[in-house]
C-alpha cells in the first residue's frame, strides 16, 4: 500500500508530492496510493540524538522489549522517527527493523568507570581493562559505543575525568578500528579536553568545553549534543550534593551557568550539534521538540539551524537518508512553517515512519 503526500518540503522549501512505497520516497506518481496529507511544511523525521529507551523512568534498566517499545512509541509520537541510543543496560537488537519502532542508532552499555557511575547501568571496567571492553561493546550496539567520560570522586569531592588519558585514546583507537564511532558523557573541562584530543566522534553535555577545543573539535569534525534539558537540572543535582560535596556543586552550577555560552560558540564555530533530550532515568521521553526550542532560546542558533541540528542534518550523520528519491518513507506534517516559529514542532498534524502513518 502506497502513501501520498504534498506540502512545502524542508529544507530544500519546495512544493512537492511525495510517494511512500513500502519504507522508501519516490518522487514519482504511485497510481491508487492514498493520499494523507495536502497541505502544510513536511520534515524529515526528528532525530533524539541522546535517547536511552533501555533505561526506565527513575532509573535501572528496562524489564524487557515491551518497556523499551512503550518508550520507542513515546518519542514517536512526538515526531521522533530516529534514535541514537547512548547507552543502555538492556540489550534490544531485535528492535532494529522493527515497523514500530524509530529507526535506530545503538550503542551498547556505557563503559564506566568502577561505583563511580549510576547504578546497574554502565559496564564499570578499570583503566587497563577499557581498550578490551570498549572493543567487546563495539560488537553489541550497531555502530557506536558510549564512553562515560567523567563524574563525581566522592574522594576528591568534584568531579574528576573516569579513566586514564593513555587508554581512553588506545579504546578510542580500538572503536575506529572495528568501524564503531565513540560518544563520550562528560561534564568537566579536564575529562573533555582528554576525549576530544584522544579523536572521539561525539560529545555528549559537554560543559567543559573551552574555545580552544570548540576550535579543535571544528577541525576535527567532532560532534556536539548538549542536551539542555539536562542541563538546566545542574541546580538540581548541586543543591542535592551541596551537603556532602560543596566543591562539586559549586562547579556544577558554574558549568550550567557558563553552557549557554559554550552551544553558541560551539555552533558559530562550526561544530554540528544535534539535539538529545537525554530521555530515560530522570528525564521524561517525548521531549526532543522542547530541547530544539532550547536551543534557539538558550544558545541562539537559528531556527533552520535547530531544525537541521534535529532532522535532516542528524538523519544525515547517522545514515538515516531523507526526503530524497530512494530515501526513508520517515517525515512529520506541522501546520504552520516551523522555521517561523519552532513551537509548531510541540505539534504535529501527520506522523508517518517506515511509509506507515502512526500519528
Ligand atoms: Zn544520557
Given at each position: 500500500?502506497?502513501?501520498?503526500?504534498?506540502?512545502?518540503?524542508?529544507?530544500d522549501?519546495?512544493?512537492?508530492?511525495?510517494?511512500?512505497?513500502?519504507?522508501?520516497?519516490?518522487?514519482?506518481?504511485?497510481?491508487?496510493?492514498e493520499?494523507?496529507?495536502?497541505?502544510?511544511?513536511?520534515?524529515?523525521?526528528?532525530?533524539?540524538?541522546?535517547?536511552?529507551?533501555?533505561?526506565?523512568?527513575?532509573?535501572?534498566?528496562?524489564?524487557?522489549?515491551?518497556?523499551?517499545?512503550?518508550?520507542?512509541?513515546?518519542?514517536?509520537?512526538?515526531?521522533?522517527?530516529?534514535?541514537?541510543?547512548?547507552?543502555?543496560?538492556?540489550?534490544?537488537?531485535?528492535?532494529?527493523?522493527?515497523?514500530?519502532?524509530?529507526?535506530?542508532?545503538?550503542?551498547?552499555?556505557?563503559?564506566?568507570?568502577?561505583?563511580?557511575?549510576?547504578?546497574?547501568?554502565?559496564?564499570?571496567?578499570?583503566?587497563?581493562?577499557?581498550?578490551?571492553?570498549?572493543?567487546?561493546?563495539?560488537?553489541?550496539?550497531?555502530?557506536?559505543?558510549?564512553?562515560?567520560?567523567?563524574?563525581?570522586?566522592?574522594?576528591?569531592?568534584?568531579l574528576?575525568?573516569?579513566?586514564?588519558?593513555?587508554?581512553?585514546?588506545?579504546?578510542?583507537?580500538?572503536?575506529?578500528?572495528?568501524?564503531?564511532?565513540?560518544?563520550?558523557?562528560?561534564?568537566s573541562?579536564?575529562?573533555?579536553?582528554t576525549?576530544?584530543?584522544?579523536?572521539?566522534?561525539?560529545v555528549?553535555?559537554g560543559?567543559?568545553?573551552?574555545?580552544?577545543?570548540?576550535?579543535?573539535?571544528?577541525?576535527?569534525?567532532?560532534?556536539?549534543?548538549?542536551?539542555?534539558?539536562?542541563?538546566?537540572?545542574?541546580?538540581e543535582?548541586?543543591?542535592?550534593?551541596?551537603?556532602k560535596?560543596?566543591?562539586?556543586?559549586a562547579?556544577?552550577?558554574?558549568?550550567?551557568?557558563?553552557?549557554?555560552?559554550?552551544?553558541?560558540?560551539?555552533?558559530?564555530?562550526?561544530?554540528?550539534?544535534?539535539?538529545?533530550s537525554?530521555?530515560?532515568?530522570?528525564?521524561?521521553?517525548?521531549?526532543?521538540?522542547?530541547?530544539?526550542?532550547?536551543?534557539?532560546?538558550?544558545a541562539?542558533?537559528?531556527?533552520?539551524?535547530?531544525?537541521?541540528?534535529?532532522?535532516?542534518?542528524?538523519?544525515?550523520?547517522?545514515?538515516?537518508?531523507?526526503?530524497?528519491?530512494?530515501?526513508?518513507a520517515?517525515?512529520?506534517?506541522?501546520?504552520?512553517?516551523?522555521?517561523?516559529?519552532?513551537?509548531?514542532?510541540?505539534?504535529?498534524?501527520?506522523?508517518?515512519?517506515?511509509?506507515?502513518?502512526?500519528?
Amino acid at each position: 500500500m502506497a502513501i501520498h503526500v504534498r506540502g512545502v518540503v524542508l529544507p530544500d522549501d519546495e512544493v512537492r508530492d511525495l510517494w511512500l512505497v513500502g519504507d522508501r520516497v519516490t518522487l514519482d506518481p504511485v497510481p491508487g496510493a492514498e493520499t494523507v496529507s495536502t497541505t502544510g511544511f513536511i520534515l524529515p523525521g526528528l532525530v533524539d540524538a541522546h535517547c536511552h529507551i533501555g533505561i526506565r523512568p527513575g532509573g535501572g534498566p528496562i524489564a524487557d522489549l515491551a518497556e523499551a517499545k512503550t518508550l520507542a512509541a513515546i518519542d514517536r509520537a512526538a515526531g521522533v522517527l530516529a534514535i541514537r541510543d547512548a547507552g543502555s543496560p538492556y540489550r534490544y537488537p531485535q528492535l532494529d527493523d522493527d515497523p514500530d519502532v524509530p529507526r535506530l542508532a545503538r550503542a551498547g552499555r556505557h563503559v564506566a568507570p568502577v561505583r563511580r557511575y549510576l547504578k546497574d547501568i554502565g559496564v564499570e571496567v578499570t583503566d587497563d581493562d577499557l581498550p578490551a571492553t570498549v572493543a567487546e561493546q563495539a560488537k553489541l550496539g550497531n555502530g557506536w559505543v558510549k564512553l562515560v567520560g567523567d563524574w563525581i570522586d566522592r574522594d576528591a569531592g568534584d568531579l574528576a575525568p573516569a579513566f586514564d588519558p593513555d587508554r581512553v585514546a588506545e579504546a578510542i583507537d580500538v572503536a575506529h578500528a572495528a568501524g564503531v564511532r565513540v560518544a563520550v558523557h562528560t561534564f568537566s573541562e579536564a575529562a573533555v579536553a582528554t576525549m576530544v584530543r584522544a579523536g572521539v566522534d561525539s560529545v555528549e553535555h559537554g560543559t567543559g568545553l573551552s574555545l580552544d577545543l570548540i576550535d579543535e573539535m571544528a577541525r576535527r569534525g567532532t560532534t556536539l549534543t548538549p542536551t539542555m534539558i539536562n542541563i538546566q537540572r545542574f541546580d538540581e543535582i548541586a543543591a542535592q550534593a551541596e551537603p556532602k560535596f560543596p566543591g562539586y556543586a559549586a562547579h556544577m552550577r558554574a558549568l550550567r551557568a557558563g553552557f549557554p555560552a559554550v552551544v553558541r560558540a560551539a555552533h558559530e564555530a562550526g561544530v554540528r550539534i544535534h539535539v538529545g533530550s537525554d530521555a530515560g532515568g530522570g528525564i521524561a521521553h517525548g521531549m526532543a521538540a522542547r530541547e530544539m526550542l532550547l536551543l534557539h532560546e538558550l544558545a541562539g542558533m537559528a531556527p533552520l539551524s535547530v531544525l537541521r541540528a534535529g532532522s535532516w542534518g542528524a538523519r544525515e550523520w547517522l545514515g538515516f537518508p531523507g526526503l530524497v528519491e530512494g530515501g526513508l518513507a520517515d517525515l512529520v506534517v506541522y501546520d504552520r512553517d516551523p522555521r517561523e516559529d519552532l513551537a509548531v514542532l510541540l505539534d504535529p498534524t501527520r506522523i508517518v515512519l517506515r511509509g506507515r502513518v502512526v500519528g
